[in-house]
């Protein structure tokens, strides 16, 4: 069954420094999208993305925070200076069309 | 907003008993319902969705959930737990059409399963 990876599992980073979390969508969807689960907390949504561009974004979602589909198969959050408060689990999914959406595993980003 | 309240934050069964994980939306219109499943150090499964029709559906591992839009709940259940079940369960909906793409999760419901 086809299913969205992520890489890497785990982020340490120092804060103040960029990080790319790498996402590989189901093949033939079409809508991607980034959310995040700080620690006890709910799944929050971050972006949304088709055709190449954004589609829709929360308030989370500053100018720290880009997306980007550099090739035909990968997708990348890309976090320009982090902070402690961006330590999180940062899962990615992806839907053919905009209703079902199949989650990753995540990865788990540690500001430190 | 639409928000969705997930009032347990910890279930406790037994194994073989039956379990009701309850589900309460804010929302105007008939969202898209969804509950996923999230194991330890595991992604988010997709267990079912509801998007019309027949009230009650079935998912995966032999869940089942109705959606009741007089209470404007979309409760989770399952007749006969297995350990396997010890997880964290999120409902989730999605509201709007066309541009609106986002889901909004309710804070979780950890299910502990007793052997």
Known sequence: EPEVTQTPSHQVTQMGQEVILRCVPISNHLYFYWYRQILGQKVEFLVSFYNNEISEKSEIFDDQFSVERPDGSNFTLKIRSTKLEDSAMYFCASSSVTDTQYFGPGTRLTVL | AQSVTQPDIHITVSEGASLELRCNYSYGATPY??????????????????????TLVQGIKGFEAEFKRSQSSFNLRKPSVHWSDAAEYFCAVKVGGAGSYQLTFGKGTKLSVIP
């Not at chain 2, 499943?37 to 029709?53: A, D, E, I, N, R």
């Open chain 2, 33 to 54: 319902l969804f509950w996923y499943v999230q194991s330890p150090g595991q992604g988010l499964q997709l267990l079912l969705k509801y998007f019309s029709g027949d």
